[in-house]
């Protein structure tokens, strides 16, 4: 299986700036995308950024301009940047990866536990 690994979050006003990291580990051979999704109380689970192993990326609107999110592909980490944060980032924060599990062909996706982003006016 593969374990994520979620570290950073915390609480900030707005207007400054935080990062979540992510460390991929267990039984795969390679990952292709990886990124974040964050989850609001009674919303969907919404994307923020994802980077594949090519380093393409692709940011939600709401966040473009003020995110980013760069890889460490060696390393199986990513690392989502947050300035100028709004009281309506306030989420819980999950890391994705899109990973092939060893002696498998087809690439599954997993999640991380989620850490708390809290952003006051």
């Known amino acids: 299986q593969v374990q994520l690994v979620e570290s950073g979050g915390g609480l900030v006003q707005a207007g400054e700036s935080l990062s979540v990291s992510c460390v991929a580990s267990?039984?795969?051979?390679?990952?292709?995308?990886m990124g974040w999704y964050r989850q609001c109380p009674g919303k969907q689970r919404e994307l923020v950024a994802t980077v594949t192993s090519g380093g393409i990326t692709n940011y939600a609107d709401s966040v473009k301009g003020r995110f980013t999110i760069s890889r460490d592909n060696a390393k199986n980490t990513v690392v989502l940047r947050m300035n100028r944060l709004e009281v309506e980032d306030t989420a819980v924060y999950f890391c994705?990866?899109?990973?092939?599990?060893?002696?498998?062909?087809?690439?599954?996706?997993?999640w991380g536990q989620g850490t708390q982003v809290t952003v006051s006016s």
């Open positions: 267990g039984r795969f051979n390679s990952i292709n995308s």
């Open positions: 994705y990866a899109e990973a092939r599990l060893r002696y498998t062909s087809a690439y599954g996706n997993y």
